[in-house]
């Protein structure tokens, strides 16, 4: 290996890869960040976790009130039977609903403000690793370093490198979304005053809705089922949208932005998340299925966890050592798995309408799910969690064990 010209090559520069690059270059540590895109580029995943204020507090982020709109709460709703519960979303922490095209690039620039380099429009082609350093190939050129973190998003480079992603075939299978714009009703202002997220209950899925500044909202559904790929197109939206008496008085008189995309391929996990001088965080570390917004909150806590763990190795030249992140291994799997099993009782045991819209009459396992939906996995306390990890579907928490 050549001699290193980075002490961390990081390889991405959505969410986690920028918390990353700003955390390790806050502590004089030489990264790159190299990006196969450009800033900014449209993303989906607009709705934040409350419990991901606290590493935004340490990347020195600042919210301006008038880019970004609070998120308050998340609302729960079946149109067919008319049940509905509200869960208050910002007793901890403030959160945000954000553009991510923005969003995503305050991050990147807040990384280069903090010492990081960026390269843009750079495609990684292949990486060497052994015992002594990294070699990073792309379209541009060759960079060694003494460590790599893999923030490549699904692209998952290392995870697919080592053989280690396995698809979870139970959650969501695809969405299909867009954005609106001038979206002035009396109902969609009421949304953009309360700032509460709108989950409705669809028979193949669901549906997001999603306020954003500038009288704008975003709308997805996402399907469950299986079916056939002529099946999977716009017209599915459109046949949802319009079916939704909600989304029919929200989108009164709005304009649609763009063409209704589509992503597949949800939901996976990565045995192979760190190694010898390397680790990945964010979706390259897994991804779920998005109906509880865990996406950008796994990838800033995972992004910090690794360059916690990285800062301290580079300092005393032990970051070679493959088993540097395995003290953090039940950190994350305690996190992923729980929003995992959250997702799967969801569609599985129809957890909405057996437990959701009953929490009114408990304060106790409303507090619960709260927590869980506001990302608060690691308090130890959580019954409701508790009960997800130990798989006992037939007991709702706050009742008697047997």
């Known amino acids: 290996m ?23 270059a806050q502590q004089d540590h030489r990264v790159l960040i190299i990006e196969r895109d450009r800033h900014p580029r449209f993303h989906i995943g607009e709705s934040m976790l409350p419990l991901s204020t606290p590493v935004f507090d340490r990347l020195g982020i600042h919210w301006d009130r008038n880019k970004y709109l609070h998120k308050n709460g998340a609302e729960f709703i079946d ?49 060497a690793i052994d015992a002594d350093g990294v070699q990073v190939t792309t379209d541009r050129g060759q960079y060694p370093s003494r460590y790599l973190i893999d923030a490549t998003g699904r692209s998952t480079l290392m995870g697919r490198k080592r053989a280690g992603i396995e698809r979870i075939e139970n959650l969501g299978r695809f969405a299909l979304y867009t954005h609106y714009r001038e979206v002035n009703s009396a109902a969609a202002r009421a949304m953009y005053v309360s700032g509460d997220i709108k989950v409705l209950m669809v028979d193949i899925g669901w549906i997001w809705i999603i306020p954003l500044i500038d009288s704008r909202l975003s709308i997805g559904l996402v399907v469950q089922q299986a079916l056939d790929q002529s099946s999977r197109g716009a017209a599915l939206y459109e046949q949802y949208k319009n ?34 001088r390397y680790a990945c965080c964010g979706d390259a570390a897994g991804f779920l299925d998005p109906i509880f917004s865990s996406g950008v909150f796994l990838a800033v806590t995972s992004a910090e966890k690794v360059a916690d763990r990285l800062h301290p190795a580079l300092v005393a030249g032990t970051e070679a050592d493959p088993v540097l992140h395995t003290t953090d291994d039940n950190h994350y799997n305690l996190a992923f798995r729980s929003m995992q099993l959250f997702v799967e009782r969801y569609y599985q045991y129809d957890m909405v309408n057996h437990l959701f819209f009953e929490a009114d009459r408990s304060d106790t396992i409303k507090n619960d799910i709260a927590a869980l939906l506001s990302g608060d996995l690691w308090r130890g306390n959580n019954e409701f969690q508790r009960m997800l990890l130990e798989g006992r579907q037939s007991r709702r928490p706050g009742t008697p064990r047997s």
């Open 79 to 127: 149109e067919n039977s008319g049940k509905q519960v509200r869960f208050c979303l910002n007793r901890q922490h403030q959160p945000y609903q954000v553009e991510r095209a923005p969003f995503d690039h305050m991050l990147v620039d807040n990384a280069v403000h903090h010492g990081a380099r960026l390269q843009q429009q750079e495609s990684v082609r292949s990486v």
């Open 2 to 24: 050549a001699v290193p010209e980075y002490d961390v090559i990081v390889a991405g520069s959505g969410p986690a890869g920028s918390t990353a690059a700003t955390l390790l």
């Open 243 to 276: 079916a939704s008496p909600i989304l029919t008085e929200l989108l009164a008189g709005a304009k649609q932005e763009a063409a209704v995309r589509a992503e597949a391929d949800f939901s996976f996990s990565n045995s192979q998340r760190h190694g010898q």
